[in-house]
């Protein structure tokens, strides 16, 4: 039997922070120098959970307090380093556009649906978004309706 090989498995958040209609983009401030553009949030802590990890990232990242909707994707990425990392998307809206960038980005911008797609975004979150496409949103809601009625 092969010996199985050891990957380091970690769990992400991501944020897609919206604010008067326009969504936040931040340039990473990558070691690479590749400087996509990509969602704020990062890795969980060991005793967090969704939610929280990913309002304390997007604090940390943007200085934004945001208010949770709903998870909206899932996202996966193996690092060069070979972690391998699973991850949910979350749409949020922040309570304000006064954005103040941590030293992990280099940039950010509030950007309309149409200036989006002009952004050089991360392959993975790209990967991410054509899949949301993909999910039956309506008719997941009707399946779960009913069970979500309990109190």
């Known amino acids: ?65 945001v208010d949770l909707e709903a998870p909206v ?7 060069r380093d070979g972690q391998f990392l699973n991850g949910v998307i979350f749409s949020a809206l922040a309570d304000s556009g006064d954005v103040v960038l941590s030293d992990e980005h280099l940039a950010y911008r509030w950007v309309s649906s149409e200036e989006f797609h002009t952004y050089r975004i991360h392959g993975s979150l790209r990967r991410s ?9 309506e008719r997941s809601y009707e399946l779960l309706r009913d069970f979500l009625a309990i109190d």
């Open 73 to 79: 994707g899932i996202w996966s990425y193996q690092k």
């Open 129 to 137: 978004l054509r899949q949301m496409k993909g999910f039956a949103y």
């Open 1 to 65: 039997m092969a010996q199985e090989e050891r990957v380091i498995m970690g769990l992400s958040v991501k944020a897609m922070v919206f604010f008067e209609g326009r969504l936040l983009l931040l340039q990473k401030n990558d070691a690479e120098g590749l400087h996509h553009w990509e969602f704020p949030g990062g890795g969980l802590h060991f005793t967090e959970d969704f939610e929280a990890g990913l309002r304390r990232e997007v604090q940390e990242e943007t200085g934004l307090t």
